[in-house]
């Protein structure tokens, strides 16, 4: 050890680098700045509008790292499969960014004599490199980058306070319970705030308009409503799917002073979190960045982007959209007490199919989940109960209505959804065909049930539904849903558990 700490004296004090390939460059990061290197994840989130060099995101132990392709940064050419690179994440500020590379090389100590660094600012926006390491005499050259350089030119100091806030919110007790709608795009996957969504629908007949911008595909009739129907994926510029018309949905929001559907591809589950679990995403300049608000828990849906629904459309968009035709998009004025009045009498249904078009108060549905196939089957349950399933520590047990209700057993799956609700002793998953849309219901317009209309279901259904609501689609054709009281059902199954 005095031999070691002598020499080193001699030769001055060192600092460690690590050094990484990539291309036929050798590159280094100061040890200090770098916290570990890992693997290109399996699974990455591409994040609309973003630069090229931005190739996704993902988690990683709750922190949401972007990843940066140094090579299309610096203007290099890497020809390696991205499955084989290696990610670098380093952290300056508390911000984490995951540099990626060709391959890690070795750990180099390196004395300060050996280290030059560069005068004056950086000579363009790709300039991260900011001083180099003299080895060998000289014969190797390696270029150091400069993580807070990196952070300060790609203009992401936005995520430094969201960090700090992050940091501050874990440690206080979870207060604000949030609900979304997750639906899919293209590729991606969004998640919206329950609250911000007026009704979800089937494609009607979209009338086309020469008045609109190249994302505003048409627009629709809805109630006496004219609605501009936007195109998410074209808006958002998403790499398309390859999704039927009628499997589509259209997501209805106010915006200012107008409503606006939103189509998309599917829309697949309701998520239930807390506010604090967001997490935040770094995000590089670019366009529509104050629309991205964070990703949802990776636990609860992972790879959802979470948008802020105040945010969608800029004053600009709105104004493209409608052209100075705001009037043909506005609501028709009515008397400030009788809209007081139709606003507390419409209340959000969801609709969903077994046998019948079913309905109930959205309000009483905690989330909406996709079957897996990891439901435990322990012995001795009624048959209509298809299994136990862990939804994050809390076991649901899953009621088949179907079987519950004595019709007909199910094909399969695929388009199955659990709806979870609770009720006293627990949460209960009631397991549907599938879910078809979110509508808004005039609780002054609900009728108790025909029997006439009950004549062909079971005689312990009547029991559950004692309510039809008529609804008029976009086509004009009507439609009767009954109206299934959720917590009737709840209260039967637990008496007879």
């Keep these: 050890m005095d031999l070691v700490s002598k020499a080193q004296k001699r030769s001055g004090h060192t600092q460690m680098y690590a050094s990484f390939d990539l291309a036929d460059t050798e590159l280094a990061l100061s040890v200090a700045s770098l916290q570990e290197v890992v693997n290109?994840?399996?699974?990455?989130?591409?994040?609309?509008?973003?630069?090229?060099?931005?190739?996704?995101l993902f988690n990683l132990r709750g922190v949401v790292i972007p990843i940066v392709d140094v090579a299309m940064l610096l203007g290099l050419q890497s020809t390696r499969d991205s499955s084989l690179?290696?990610?670098?994440?380093?952290?300056?500020?508390?911000?984490r960014v995951g540099l990626l590379f060709d391959g890690t090389s070795e750990i180099l100590n390196v004395r300060d004599e050996d280290v030059s660094h560069f005068d004056g600012e950086p000579d363009d926006k790709g300039s991260v490199i900011r001083s180099v390491l003299k080895l060998n005499?000289?014969?190797?050259?390696v270029e150091v980058i400069d993580p807070a350089l990196l952070i300060k030119v790609q203009n992401i100091p936005e995520i430094l306070s969201q960090s700090r806030n992050q940091v501050a919110e874990v440690n206080q007790k979870k207060s604000k319970r949030c609900q979304c709608i997750t639906f899919r795009s293209g590729v991606m996957e969004f998640g919206l705030d329950i609250s911000a969504i007026r009704e979800i629908i089937r494609v009607p007949e979209i009338k086309r308009s020469v008045l609109a911008v190249d994302y505003c595909i048409g627009m629709v009739n809805l109630r006496g409503m004219i609605i501009p129907i936007l195109d998410f994926q074209m808006f958002l510029k998403l790499e398309a799917g390859n999704v039927e018309l009628e499997a589509k949905r259209i997501i209805i929001m106010k915006v200012q002073n107008i409503q606006v559907g939103f189509l998309v591809d599917s829309v697949d589950s309701i998520v239930t979190f807390y506010e604090e679990e967001v997490l935040p995403i770094p995000l590089f300049q670019q366009e529509k960045m104050d629309m991205m608000r964070g990703m949802l828990p990776h636990d609860k849906a992972p790879n959802v982007i979470f948008l802020n629904e105040m945010q969608m459309l800029s004053d600009k968009e709105i104004l493209a959209i409608t052209k100075g035709h705001a009037t043909l998009y506005g609501k028709p004025e009515v008397d400030h007490k009788e809209s007081q009045k139709r606003a507390s009498e419409r209340k959000p249904?969801?609709?969903?199919?077994?046998?019948?078009?079913?309905?109930?108060?959205?309000?009483?549905?905690?989330?909406?989940?996709?079957?897996?196939?990891?439901?435990?089957h322990p012995p001795g349950y009624p048959e209509y109960v298809v299994g136990m399933t862990n939804m994050r520590g809390e076991m649901v047990m899953v009621i088949d209505l179907r079987s519950y209700y004595g019709m007909?057993?199910?094909?399969?799956?695929?388009?199955?959804?659990?709806?979870?609700?609770?009720?006293?002793?627990?949460?209960?998953?009631?397991?549907?065909d599938s879910v078809e849309s979110i509508v808004t219901v005039d609780e002054a317009q609900k009728i108790?049930?025909?029997?006439?209309?009950?004549?062909?279901?079971?005689?312990?259904?009547?029991?559950?539904?004692?309510?039809?609501?008529?609804?008029?689609?976009?086509?004009?054709?009507?439609?009767?849903?009954?109206?299934?009281?959720?917590?009737?059902?709840?209260?039967?199954?637990?008496?007879?558990?």
């Design 40 to 56: 290109y994840p399996e699974k990455t989130t591409n994040i609309p509008l973003a630069p090229p060099y931005l190739t996704g």
């Design 85 to 95: 690179k290696k990610v670098a994440i380093v952290s300056s500020e508390k911000v």
């Design 137 to 141: 005499g000289g014969d190797r050259i």
């Design 349 to 376: 249904y969801i609709s969903f199919k077994l046998d019948y078009m079913l309905s109930t108060r959205l309000s009483g549905i905690d989330e909406i989940a996709k079957v897996t196939e990891e439901l435990i």
């Design 408 to 432: 007909k057993a199910g094909q399969d799956y695929m388009n199955s959804r659990i709806l979870v609700v609770t009720g006293e002793k627990g949460k209960y998953g009631l397991l549907v």
């Design 448 to 497: 108790k049930i025909p029997m006439f209309l009950a004549k062909d279901v079971a005689k312990s259904l009547q029991g559950d539904m004692t309510e039809v609501v008529e609804m008029t689609e976009l086509n004009g054709n009507k439609k009767t849903f009954m109206i299934l009281e959720v917590p009737a059902l709840v209260r039967k199954l637990e008496a007879a558990a």
